[in-house]
């Protein structure tokens, strides 16, 4: 506020105003200027996402509109755009580990939406785990990628429990599984839903592969959404 006030009041004795046609001409410039330089995508991807979770709640599903929007920049994000290449460390299998490690890019978290980068060398598991009211896209930037998907079964009649409880076991829930094939990048991006579209996953890297996640809203503690991981059996196992 300083600042204004001392230019105003020096006004008309150290400066001299431009013509208002000068100052427009000026403008137009600056802003072709701005709209000519492209937005880097990752900057793309953020601001989208700050719209389309704008709302972001649990269990909250983003508008179709704003899903396929964010869907659209998902998929033009390439491997060069946040650095990565398959021959880094991040990818390479290491013999003294039984399991490969798994490494995890954090690019942004708020209360509204998170963003961040898997990297999986070959063999690379993440188990199976849940995503509790969350609408959730990924991004194979990468490699081939085997995904398997459940949703918790709720369409069974009235009279028919969706929970087994077999004497010699914890609790068990049924799941029916929503995908379970191979995917090479390039591919669409994936979206699941908070009650479909394979809400549980476990993802195997086939060959060395990086996935690109965006949750909205992301995992709390505080407000419930706890990552919870499972163990599947099959369905015959408990049947009678």
């Given amino acids: 506020m300083g600042i204004e006030r001392n230019l105003a009041d020096r006004k008309g004795k150290d400066f001299c105003e431009l013509p208002k046609e000068t100052i427009t001409n000026s403008r137009s410039r600056r802003n072709r200027r701005r709209s000519s330089k492209k937005m880097p995508p990752v900057q793309k991807l953020f601001e989208t996402c700050k719209e389309v979770f704008a709302s972001s709640g649990t269990g909250i599903v983003p508008p179709t509109q704003d899903i396929d929007k964010l869907r659209s920049v998902l998929d033009g994000i390439k491997p060069e755009d946040v650095d990565l290449r398959p021959d880094m460390p991040y990818f390479m299998a290491n013999a003294s580990h039984r399991r490969p490690k798994i490494t995890y890019l954090h690019i942004y978290e708020?209360?509204?939406?998170?963003?961040?980068?898997?990297?999986l060398p070959p063999s690379g598991v993440i188990p199976l785990h849940n995503h509790p009211g969350m609408t959730v896209f990924s991004k194979l930037l990468f490699g081939t990628m085997h995904i398997k998907?459940?949703?918790?079964?709720?369409?069974?009649?009235?009279?028919?429990?969706?929970?087994?409880?077999?004497?010699?076991?914890?609790?068990?829930?049924?799941?029916?599984?929503k995908v379970d094939a191979d995917f090479t990048a390039p591919c669409n991006p994936s979206i699941l839903y908070p009650e479909d579209g394979g809400n549980l996953h476990c993802f195997t890297a086939v060959t060395a592969c990086a996935v690109l996640d965006v949750l909205g809203p992301p995992y709390s503690d505080f407000d419930g959404r706890h990552c919870t991981y499972y163990t599947n059996y099959p369905f015959p196992d408990f049947s009678d």
């Fill in 110 to 119: 708020c209360e509204k939406f998170s963003m961040g980068i898997f990297c």
């Fill in 149 to 177: 998907s459940y949703d918790w079964v709720v369409d069974l009649p009235p009279e028919s429990p969706t929970t087994v409880k077999p004497s010699e076991c914890p609790e068990l829930r049924l799941a029916k599984v």
